[in-house]
């Protein structure tokens, strides 16, 4: 290019980005379309069917059921925001998203992202009363306090994205229009910026930092007491139906929390755009395809849904 077309792209705003994506020939590009629909497919299929039989079991009317559907919702959600445009990019030459479109990905991107991390965070907090405070649990967690702690995860959800979304988009991106990504995300478009990125870096450190380190103690804290009063308990049975239960929550909050800071809650995270692109399938395609399969296999509750609503359809 020459120096003439560089200023005029450094003068003009930009139009629209280009997501590279992923490296390879045809070949690789089909399987990795291949790869990432089927892990699309089976997380709205799983989600789906989630948000299904909780809506239609009475059994499952439960606040830990009400927080597990809307965590559902979620995944549907955040990985509808990243698959389409992936998959569709993946069998195109042109690898065009707007810039406006690039904003209202990433937006809805960090919403849905930082709301699950304080829904799960939620979850872990439900399973603390329910397990150390039963008397006092149908209060507790009484329909009205259950929808405040799912309407203040959104609103946690929204703060951080109007946050990261105004700091990201309001740098000018005049060096180059090609992000080294599937998606639009705050370190590949940091590096498009020609201008000084110190306090947008620091911005996500601190935010995405303070959000998963206090969500995390959350989990903690209510899982150490959690798992105090389950070893005091006499009731071998008892035991492992809170283990079974309370083990399913825990791995889904280890694979989520573990890639977001990995991602965005350590040094040098930025600079690390390929392990970035490894690291962004596990949590827009995999833990969204994970987390039903992790509550359905580990719980008997809705295995036990399952079959009754197979039973009804063969039935009808």
């Known amino acids: 290019m020459s120096p003439h077309e560089n200023r005029n792209l450094s003068e003009m705003p930009l139009q629209e980005f280009v997501l590279e994506g992923f490296e390879g020939g045809p070949q690789t590009q089909a399987l990795l379309f291949a790869l990432f629909l089927a892990l699309y497919v089976v997380a709205v299929l799983g989600n789906l069917t989630m948000i299904m039989l909780i809506t239609l079991d009475a059994r499952l009317h439960s606040p830990m059921y009400f927080f597990l559907k809307n965590l559902s919702f979620l995944d549907l959600c955040y990985s509808s925001v990243i698959s389409p445009k992936a998959l569709a990019n993946f069998l195109s030459s042109s690898k065009f998203i707007t810039f406006e479109g690039c904003i209202i990905q990433f937006f809805f991107f960090a919403l849905l992202g930082t709301t699950e991390a304080f829904l799960l965070a939620v979850m872990a907090y439900d ?18 306090v259950c929808a405040r702690l799912v309407l203040g995860s959104y609103c946690g959800g929204g703060l951080n994205s109007v946050l990261q979304t105004s700091f990201t988009f309001s740098l000018p991106f005049c060096s180059s229009n090609h992000i080294d990504h599937f998606f639009c995300d705050v370190p590949p478009l940091l590096k498009l910026a020609c201008a000084d990125t110190t306090i947008n870096e620091l911005v996500m450190f601190g935010i995405c930092g303070l959000f998963i380190v206090g969500t995390t103690l959350v989990v903690l804290v209510s899982y150490s007491y959690i798992t105090g009063t389950i070893l005091r308990m006499r009731s071998g049975g008892g035991r492992h139906k809170l283990f079974s239960t309370c083990g399913s929550h825990m791995t889904a909050v280890s694979l989520f929390y573990g890639t977001l800071f990995v991602m965005y809650a350590q040094p040098g995270a930025v600079e690390s755009v390929e392990q970035g692109k490894v690291v962004s399938v596990f949590y827009t395609l995999v833990i969204p395809m994970l987390n039903p399969l992790i509550y359905s296999l580990r719980n008997k509750d809705v295995k036990d849904a399952l079959r009754r609503l197979g039973q009804k359809h063969t039935a009808t």
């Open 127 to 144: 399973r603390f009363v329910a397990v150390c405070s039963p008397l006092r649990y149908p209060i507790s967690m009484r329909p009205s």
